[in-house]
């Protein structure tokens, strides 16, 4: 696959997770915090973090703990321990927006003057550069290059014209445009925020009498923690010592939720908005082999994602499903390497082809995406060299034409192979037998026909007008 679906990608980059906790009965969290981290590394490897307070220590006195890498890399057991405190946020992060630095690594702690905020985000806004000049005409001074201190401070600002923390969040989300889930910690508080439009999830769940906000379900279920229901877009959450508050003043009935989260970006285990993620990528293999049959011995699927679809297709045309690739997980994603010939020599070292499971045999390959081409054309080859006579390749997305704005990293259409070849062209060029991509038409099959869903990176039809310059940093993508 083409990004990171099987860890081996050369394109796509992942977005971010949020984690925070709240224990009402004044336990610690921050190991509840590491664990939903690490449920939630596949949305983002470059860095990770935690923030913690005491409610019942002194006003604003927040500890963190950042760095470069994984969460197993950067959080130790003694790191932990010096992490007292019954609230906190926590954050894994990939850069769509701001350079992949340790000064961009969240929660992002601010001193202002009601107190401290920590804050975490997934998701990136449109309208960031307009933000940031209110910002530097009055005197501010950015530590970051990420959004996410552009938030922060149009809270703290907001803040200090409101009665409540919460309120002045709802009023920072009138400025913003484009995708943010945000968790916040305040002295006494923990919020979660969601944009309007919904782009991406986040869910409540409780523990015992700690209240917890995630990206999602699938965090929740890590630490044995109970779904209560997912964040409305659009609603403003509040917990405190005295349970959940919710301000739906900006909910709205138009929503664009991203569609890759079902396609690639979630864990198979996730539900989102009351749709499970296993059940889309079983239903999108489904959709290829009504559209795409083929005469094959086997149906493979490229880990992770690709399974589920695998065995979506393998189902419904009645071909076998088989497990034709072993994956190892315990090398770094690949994205994190700053050159091409790093990125090829890592698939070969995440990803073999079990011989003995193709030799002699007409294969189907399952993958989610294609963005380049080059993942794609290398895994064909692995394939064909283990002694696989035939690869039909499926992809269970539609062609990528547009680069996304909301917190996918989807390359600029320079980059995008099918922006500019036709799909037997992209054939040729990976080496396949043949190809087939799902249907646009079928994207609202994935989530039970709700057609509220954002698909621009496929169609260009973009649910807020996208910006006029590149806004997302400069990257090695």
């Given at each position: 696959m083409e990004h990171e679906s099987s860890n081996i990608s050369s394109g796509l980059h992942e977005e971010c997770g949020v984690f925070g906790v709240y224990d009402l009965n004044g336990n610690d969290v921050a190991s509840t915090i590491y664990y939903g981290l690490f449920a939630l590394q596949h949305r983002g490897q470059e860095s990770c973090g935690i923030a913690v307070s005491d409610t019942n220590g002194p006003l604003g006195r927040v500890k963190s703990h950042k760095g470069m890498g994984l969460v197993s890399e950067v959080i130790s057991h003694e790191d932990l321990e010096a992490l007292p405190g019954n609230i906190g946020v926590g954050h894994v992060r990939y850069a769509t927006a701001g350079e992949s630095t340790i000064q961009n690594t969240q929660p992002l702690v601010l001193n202002y003057a009601k107190g401290t905020l920590a804050l975490a985000h997934n998701g990136n806004l449109i309208n960031t550069p307009e933000l940031k000049k209110e910002l530097e005409y009055t005197g501010a001074i950015f530590q970051?290059?990420?959004?996410?201190?552009?938030?922060?401070?149009?809270?703290?600002?907001?803040?200090?014209?409101?009665?409540?923390?919460?309120?002045?969040?709802?009023?920072?989300?009138?400025?913003?445009?484009?995708?943010?889930?945000?968790?916040?910690m305040s002295p006494r508080k923990l919020i979660g925020a969601r944009d309007p439009l919904g782009f991406h999830p986040l869910v409540i769940g409780k523990l015992d009498n700690s209240y917890i906000l995630a990206s999602e379900t699938a965090a929740l279920n890590a630490v044995d923690a109970e779904f209560i229901r997912d964040v409305l877009p659009g609603e403003v959450v509040m917990i405190d010592k005295e349970g959940i508050h919710s301000n739906t003043s900006l909910c709205q009935d138009k929503v664009a939720r991203c569609i890759f989260e079902y396609i690639y970006f979630a864990r198979p285990d996730t539900r989102i908005d009351g749709v499970s993620v296993y059940d889309s990528r079983i239903m999108a293999g489904r959709i290829l082999a009504q559209t795409y049959p083929t005469n094959a011995d086997i149906v493979v699927g490229v880990p992770d994602s690709g399974n589920a679809a695998a065995l979506g297709y393998a189902l419904e045309s009645g071909i076998p499903f088989g497990m034709a690739f072993v994956k190892n997980s315990y090398v770094g994603r690949t994205f994190i390497k700053p050159k091409q010939a790093l990125r090829v020599s890592s698939v070969r070292i995440k990803l073999n082809v079990l011989p003995e499971v193709v030799k002699g045999k007409r294969v189907v390959m399952i993958d989610d995406s294609i963005v380049r081409g080059t993942t794609s054309a290398n895994i064909v080859r692995m394939l064909k060299k283990a002694g696989a006579t035939e690869v039909h390749v499926r992809i269970s997305s539609p062609p990528f034409l547009n680069p996304c704005y909301y917190g996918t990293d989807i390359p600029t259409g320079d980059h995008l192979i099918a922006r500019h070849n036709t799909i037997d062209q992209i054939r040729d060029v990976i080496g396949a037998d043949s190809l087939g991509y799902l249907s646009v038409d079928r994207l609202s099959d994935l989530v039970k026909g709700d057609r509220g869903y954002c698909d621009a990176c496929f169609t260009g039809n973009y649910p807020i007008d996208p910006p006029k310059g590149e806004i997302r940093g400069e990257h090695d993508v």
């Open positions: 970051t290059t990420v959004d996410t201190e552009i938030i922060a401070y149009h809270i703290a600002r907001e803040r200090l014209h409101s009665k409540t923390i919460e309120e002045a969040v709802a009023k920072t989300m009138k400025k913003l445009s484009g995708a943010y889930s945000l968790v916040i």
